[in-house]
């Protein structure tokens, strides 16, 4: 059974241009999790969307926004990067059981580095 | 709201010794608390989990950890530590509320030396 895929593994930007994260989630998981890992920040959620629905969101700026598509696949879009956006970017899935708190998936993460 | 407190940023140990991470929380409702391993350039590996059923969680690779109410703690132990262990660990708290949403620690380094 396949895991979490993100990609692209690296992505490379210029401050004030835009990036698109894309995740596919475990088969069978419909939530999709996002977060930021910076350095020196730890690990902050960004994101959570459940059947095709944007469910939370972290203390982010609207310009990271997301979608999650009927195949639950989701993409993660930030504008206008800034520096500071340089980050790994973690995409997690879980099963449809939503309250049964199991634990969610990782996949490898998308760095971005904003140049 | 929920917290999470690992204490060390840094921890290192010689190869066979104990390993022991700390973990405390801080939550008004009894949590769902998480271990998760990162190794170099890869996402984040489930430990192991406690949810509300026995409070020493055995997991993967030899960890465990015991949730202690009393003292809001969650430490990660392995009784021999070993090269390959030697990566960054997260704690983490879940509320049994209406949506999930993982709180992180810090994270520990975790050093092995041969």
């Known amino acids: 059974e396949a895991g979490v895929t993100q990609s692209p593994t690296h992505l490379i930007k210029t401050r004030g241009q835009q990036a698109t994260l894309r995740c596919s989630p475990i088969s069978g998981h419909t939530s999709v999790y996002w977060y930021q890992q910076a350095l020196g920040l730890g690990l902050q959620f960004l994101l959570w969307y459940d059947e095709g629905e944007e469910r939370n969101r972290g203390n982010f700026p609207p310009r990271f926004s997301g979608r999650q598509f009927p195949n639950y696949s989701s993409e993660l879009n930030v504008n206008a990067l800034e520096l500071e956006d340089s980050a790994l970017y973690l995409c997690?899935?879980?099963?449809?059981?939503?309250?049964?708190?199991?634990?969610?998936?990782f996949g490898d993460g998308t760095r971005l580095s904003i140049l | 709201a929920q917290s999470v407190t690992q204490l060390g940023s840094h921890v290192s140990v010689s190869e066979g010794a104990l390993v022991l991470l700390r973990c405390n929380y801080s939550s008004s409702v009894p949590p769902y608390l998480f271990w998760y391993v990162q190794y170099p350039n890869q996402g984040l590996q489930l430990l192991l989990k406690y949810t509300s059923a026995a409070t020493l969680v055995k997991g993967i690779n030899g960890f465990e950890a015991e949730f202690k109410k009393s003292e809001t703690s969650f430490h990660l132990t392995k009784p021999s530590a070993h090269m390959s262990d030697a990566a960054e660990y997260f704690c983490?708290?879940?509320?049994?509320?209406?949506?999930?949403?993982?709180?992180f620690g810090t994270g520990t380094r975790l050093l092995v030396s041969p």
């Open positions: 983490a708290v879940s509320m049994n509320t209406g949506f999930q949403k993982l709180v």
């Open positions: 997690a899935s879980e099963g449809a059981l939503l309250y049964s708190n199991q634990p969610q998936h």
